[in-house]
């Protein structure tokens, strides 16, 4: 098997189901092969057993880098069995078989070969500064942690090797988590006269939003805003009238909304009996299609169709304004309705192209 197939049976053979995360040995063992490429490279800890990675390759000049960035967790295996044991790496004809194998390890064992092969060239004008981040699927805690520790270089472009099937993509949505809580007062089951019912008020907030729609146009690349009741909790056990609930909400956003607008008109939507709390807030992500980069990606990638844009929020959220902004495209080789699944899979032929397309990408951004 090619190099980047192997990285990636590799990555996905080491658990980092988040929560907990366990990013630590990942980013130890990546980090030693891109030392060993000769990249200065820094492992951030995170939390215990956990740690992000930043790995830079210098320019001859003062010319702003490339990132290239991905993240080393993946979401749980989920309670459905598997055919193919998640962290096993089988194959079967085209398709690689695990946790990550499409969001996100083949994207970021992609970014190690192509990194590895620059760095194995003469030293370019411009360098590439590999982030590899611990906790996105929390919601890019990994990268902000980062953002905020100021420990990121400068970048000129930002490259996110999430699951697109190869697609360049230069939008992605952001997003708004809430949790709605609901008040009552508790009593015997047996008297519920004597109560207020807060799942049952809860219940009413939640099939109001079922036909809710945000007021704003849609984007043309990301379509309208989105919101998922994705979590709903309540009652201390079946004899009682439960004083407390609480639903998670998830909203996806594009320019136009932002997180204090969807604040704001859920507020007006469920009034005053539900209270609603922030939880986490990150903002889309847009690049010009016309930005010269983008033509190099897409020239790159062998990839004719016109740039797209993405529903679920990456690391760049974090990284791109952190980086003052940049031109930032979306593309990997996974497949976008793999992530998350069970029995994820990804296609090896998109492995190999998105190694090669990323080193093509690479060496012309540096000027080798
Ligand atoms: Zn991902």
Redesign the pocket.
């Known amino acids: 098997m090619s190099e980047v197939v192997d990285l990636t049976r590799e990555l996905v053979g080491a658990r980092t189901v988040n929560p907990p995360g366990d990013e630590a040995p990942v980013a130890a063992r990546v980090g030693q092969r891109l030392e060993a490429a000769g990249l200065d490279v820094r492992v951030h800890p995170f939390g215990p057993g956990r740690a992000s990675l930043v790995a830079r390759l210098p320019g001859r000049g003062d010319a702003p880098a490339l990132c290239l960035t991905g993240?080393l967790d993946t979401v749980p295996f989920g309670d459905a069995a598997w055919a193919h044991h998640p962290l096993a790496g089988e194959t079967d004809g085209d398709r690689l078989f695990g946790r990550g194998t499409s969001?996100?390890k083949g994207g970021v064992a992609a970014i190690v070969v192509a990194a590895e092969r620059v760095a194995a060239l003469s030293r370019g004008a411009a360098g590439l500064e590999v982030v590899l981040c611990a906790g996105?699927?929390t919601g890019c805690d990994g990268a902000r942690a980062l953002a905020e520790a100021g420990v990121l270089g400068r970048a000129g472009a930002v490259l996110v090797a999430?699951?697109t099937a190869n697609r360049v993509c230069v939008a992605h949505k952001g997003v708004a988590w809430l949790d709605a809580r609901t008040s009552g007062r508790s009593a015997h089951g047996s008297r519920p006269d004597l109560g207020s019912n807060a799942i049952q008020a809860l219940a009413h907030a939640v099939v109001a939003l079922e036909s809710f729609a945000f007021d704003v146009p849609a984007h043309p690349l990301l379509g309208a805003p989105t919101l998922n009741v994705g979590t709903i909790a309540g009652g201390a056990n079946i004899n009682s009238v439960p004083d407390r609930a609480v639903a998670g909400i998830d909203v996806r956003t594009i320019p136009g909304l932002t997180s204090d607008d969807v604040l704001a008109a859920l507020r007006r939507r469920l009034g005053a009996g539900v209270a609603l709390e922030p939880r986490l807030s990150l903002p889309p992500v847009t690049t010009d299609a016309s930005d010269p980069w983008v033509a190099d990606v897409r020239a790159a990638m062998d990839a004719p169709d016109a740039p797209g844009g993405v529903a679920?929020f990456?690391d760049a959220a974090a990284l791109t304004p952190a980086f003052g902004g940049p031109p930032t495209v979306i593309c990997g080789p996974g497949d976008p309705e793999q992530?998350h699944a069970t029995d994820e899979s990804c296609s090896l032929a998109r492995l190999e192209a998105a190694a090669e397309g990323f080193f093509a990408i690479a060496r012309r951004w540096c000027g080798v």
Request: aromatic share 10%; glycine share 0%; no cysteine.
């Open positions: 993240h969001d996100m996105e699927e999430e699951p679920y990456t992530a």
